[in-house]
């Protein structure tokens, strides 16, 4: 019988598909990590675009914020050149000031004339007061006999109307005469 002899391409074939089922399963495992690679390119990708987006939103924000400070910066400079045009002329009305107050030595000096006088006008005015009682006495008495003046000249007044009337009752008789005399 012939001897089972292994054939020489046998175990070429046996290596050839043991190298075969190898690069198999290391192409399975390549392309098992090329998936994940890519996966993971995928995801760091949409991460730097998430943050290249917030980098874009921030950039934009901060750029809003530079403009209001620059505005408010412009409004600032309005407003201190009306400030420097106000201090000038407080400067202007602080020399002004300033000059009038070298007038106070002399106003010092009439206040203190005045203070010395005051104590002599006081005194004055109170014996003025003193003679305003008497001349309020005297009026007192005029009114009065003001009061009797008009009671008198009251009375006249009813005499003066009963003169009147004959006088009137007198004057008609002599209505008729008066036109022919001469």
Known sequence: MRSRREDPRRALIEVIQRLGRATQLHLDERHRHFRITDIVIIATSLLLLLGAAFDVYHARVL????????????????????????????????????????????????????????????????????????????????????????SRIHGMTGGVVMMREHMSQFARPMAGIVPFMP
Not at 129 to 146: I, K, P, T, Y
Request: hydrophobic share 40%; glycine share 6%.
């Open 63 to 150: 750029y809003q914020d530079f403009n209001e400070i620059i505005s408010d910066m412009y409004s600032m400079h309005d407003h201190l050149v009306g400030v420097d045009t106000d201090m000038g002329s407080i400067t202007a009305n602080m020399k002004s000031f300033d000059d009038h107050m070298t007038h106070m030595d002399s106003i010092a000096a009439r206040m203190d004339s005045m203070a010395r006088i005051m104590p002599q006008i006081r005194g004055n005015t109170q014996a003025m007061a003193g003679e305003m009682a008497s001349v309020e006495e005297n009026m007192e008495l005029v009114r009065n006999a003001m009061g009797i003046l008009d």
